[in-house]
């Protein structure tokens, strides 16, 4: 079956410092691949996606690169913001008819002034 | 637009008491579904429905039932609720399948409280 294996958090870091949060998938076919965010007290929103091998999706400073050959999809940004704390979710789609996400665990980011 | 939106926010219930969490979408959208979102356990499926009148298993369907009479409303059902019930359940909604770059929306969440 499907999964997404993200990296434990909490990841703290200091304002400015460089993100990345891994993510590594199995998966049948070719999926789809997202990163979706959790503000504190909200539901989640997309934060970026790529659809096939060698895509780059960017939003907000945050860029990920779809990696066929290390089933990868990391998430990461050059300059991180008190405002980018958050939890954040790594997700598939591998095309089933019921169009599921498939998500990691999560990982929590907090970020210092 | 208000996306979607769920109803109640909170709630907190007694062991073996009932109780169903509404969401609504304005955005016309054909898939629906209901998640619960566990400390370290990220996302799992209760339900899902791919149009109205349907409905189908997820992950984890267990102690749960629901519905979708109205093509913008999906009902989550707890008959009788248990301690292990206890969660922040999400519920989502999406364009037309065939498209697997398509995105799944998200409501704000309700956080159920089992006694």
């Known amino acids: 079956g499907n999964s997404v294996t993200q990296m434990e958090g909490p990841v703290t870091l200091s304002e400015e410092a460089f993100l990345t949060i891994n993510c590594t998938y199995t998966?049948?076919?070719?999926?789809?691949l997202f990163w979706y965010v959790q503000y504190p007290g909200e539901g989640l929103q997309l934060l970026l996606k790529a659809t096939k091998a060698d895509d780059k999706g960017s939003n907000k400073g945050f860029e990920a690169t779809y990696r066929k050959e290390t089933t990868s999809f990391h998430l990461e940004k050059g300059s991180v913001q008190v405002s980018d704390s958050a939890v954040y979710f790594c997700?598939?789609?591998?095309?089933?008819?019921?169009?599921?996400?498939?998500f990691g665990g999560g990982t929590r980011l907090m970020v210092k002034p | 637009n208000a996306g979607v939106t769920q109803t109640p926010k909170f709630r907190v219930l007694k062991t073996g008491q009932s109780m169903t969490l509404l969401c609504a979408q304005d955005m016309n959208h054909e898939y629906m579904y209901w998640y619960r979102q566990d400390p370290g356990m990220g996302l799992r499926l209760i339900h899902y429905s791919v149009g109205e009148g349907t409905t189908a298993k997820g992950e984890v369907p267990d102690g749960y039932n629901v519905s979708r009479l109205k093509k913008q409303n999906f009902l989550l059902g707890l008959e009788s609720a248990a301690p292990s019930q206890t969660s922040v359940y999400f519920c989502?909604?999406?364009?037309?399948?065939?498209?697997?770059?398509?995105?799944?929306?998200f409501g704000p969440g309700t956080r159920l409280t089992v006694l």
């Open positions: 989502a909604s999406s364009q037309l399948a065939g498209k697997q770059y398509n995105e799944q929306f």
């Open positions: 998966a049948t076919g070719y999926p789809s």
């Open positions: 997700a598939l789609n591998s095309g089933n008819a019921g169009n599921m996400l498939t």
